[in-house]
């Protein structure tokens, strides 16, 4: 069984910075892209920042320069680093992992986290 649990969030003034880390627990798979979304009241879920296994990130254009991913792939484990956060960052942020069974590597099975509550105050 594949769980994802997120920790790291919080309050946080404007400008202050926040590292969130999503824990991948499970086993008998591997583990490809690994990603960070958020979703703010009203609005739809967007994506936030992406890592594939090999390290190559990609950035929603909100975040770049301030957002960074990173994982360890030993730990099953991806990070965000969140500096010069601004009141507009202020969502639930999840995390999702893309899973391939050693029992079967033509399926791609997706797997997401409970999520964990930023919120930044201006």
């Known amino acids: 069984q594949v769980q994802l649990v997120e920790s790291g969030g919080g309050l946080v003034q404007a400008g202050g910075s926040l590292r969130l880390s999503c824990v991948v627990s499970?086993?008998?798979?591997?583990?490809?892209?690994m990603g960070w979304y958020r979703q703010a009241p009203g609005k739809q879920r967007e994506l936030v920042a992406t890592?594939?296994?090999?390290?190559?990130?990609s950035y929603a254009d909100s975040v770049k320069g301030r957002f960074t991913i990173s994982r360890d792939n030993a730990k099953k484990t991806v990070y965000l680093q969140m500096n010069n956060l601004r009141p507009e960052d202020t969502a639930v942020y999840s995390c999702?992992?893309?899973?391939?069974?050693?029992?079967?590597?033509?399926?791609?099975?997706?797997?997401w986290g409970q999520g964990t509550q930023v919120t930044v105050s201006s």
């Open positions: 890592i594939t296994s090999g390290g190559s990130t």
């Open positions: 499970g086993s008998g798979f591997s583990i490809n892209a």
């Open positions: 999702n992992a893309e899973c391939i069974y050693y029992t079967n590597y033509l399926r791609k099975n997706f797997y």
